[in-house]
């Protein structure tokens, strides 16, 4: 059965902090796919990135990077120099190959970035 | 332009009522879903469906029941509303159904539900 945990429920930082959010997933496929979404205040989910899993390498995107390590089953998200629009809750989400399209997201953490 | 809609935003009931939300994506998606986010912002799939075909129904009370007219829409009733129904319901598509669980899948904006 596919699971994922956040271990963080609430992270605060101040402006311009970098902060990472941990993700850790289980699954026995070898075929599965890793996503984060972002959830603000407004209450719309908002996706971040899709990673699947013959693709380790890590990507970047702004200021936003993702460190994806099979070995350690971990997904984590790394924000540099955080904003205070950066604040929000950020899902993990786990979709294997075996159980269709549906997705088993994390509790989520919140993210409070103050100024 | 709204690629995933759910109407209504907010909805505030009576316990017992029969009530439904409705979803329409313009994305071209052959894929839908139901996802059910409870008070701890826990988020759970309900339901899925592939051109009109359900394929995920998970362990969801029969009060609640899945209907798509056509591949756009998907909409869900929920009978005999009780207290722990409330929560916010989220709608999303994606591009394809069991063969592409890779694919984004996009969220509609969420309907708050108040069961009182």
Redesign the interface.
């Known amino acids: 059965a596919q699971k994922v945990t956040q271990a963080q429920t609430e992270i605060s930082v101040v402006e311009k902090e970098d902060v990472t959010l941990d993700c850790v997933y289980e699954t026995r496929d070898t075929t599965?796919?890793l996503?984060w979404?972002k959830?603000p205040p407004s209450?719309?989910?908002v996706?971040l990135i899709?990673r699947?899993s013959f693709d380790e390498q890590n990507e970047i995107s702004g200021r936003y990077s993702w460190n994806f390590q099979k070995s350690t089953s971990s997904f984590n998200f790394t924000i540099t120099a955080s904003q205070v629009v950066d604040s929000a809750?950020y899902?993990c989400a786990l979709?294997?190959?075996t159980?269709?399209?549906?997705?088993?997201?994390g509790?989520?953490t919140?993210l409070t970035v103050n100024p | 332009d709204t690629a995933v809609s759910q109407t209504p935003k907010y909805l505030v009931t009576q316990m017992g009522n029969d009530k439904s939300i409705k979803c329409e994506q313009n994305l071209g998606h052959d894929?839908m879903?139901w996802?059910k986010q409870d008070s701890?912002?826990?988020?759970?799939?309900m339901f899925?469906y592939?051109n009109k075909e359900l394929?995920?129904n998970?362990t969801v009370p029969n009060r609640f029941s899945p209907k798509s007219p056509d591949k756009a829409h998907l909409n869900l009733h929920i009978n005999s509303l009780e207290l722990g129904d409330s929560a916010?319901y989220?709608c999303?598509s994606?591009p394809?159904?069991?063969s592409?669980?890779?694919?984004?899948?996009?969220?509609g904006?969420?309907t708050?539900l108040t069961v009182l």
Do not use: D
């Not at chain 2, 592409?100 to 969220?107: C, I, T, V």
């Open positions: 599965y796919y996503f979404y959830q209450g719309e989910l996706f899709r699947n809750v899902f979709s294997e190959e159980s269709g399209s549906r997705l088993t997201f509790e989520g919140q | 894929t879903y996802y701890k912002k826990f988020l759970k799939i899925s592939n394929i995920i998970e916010v989220f999303a994606s394809q159904g069991t592409g669980p890779n694919n984004e899948q996009f969220f904006p969420g708050r």
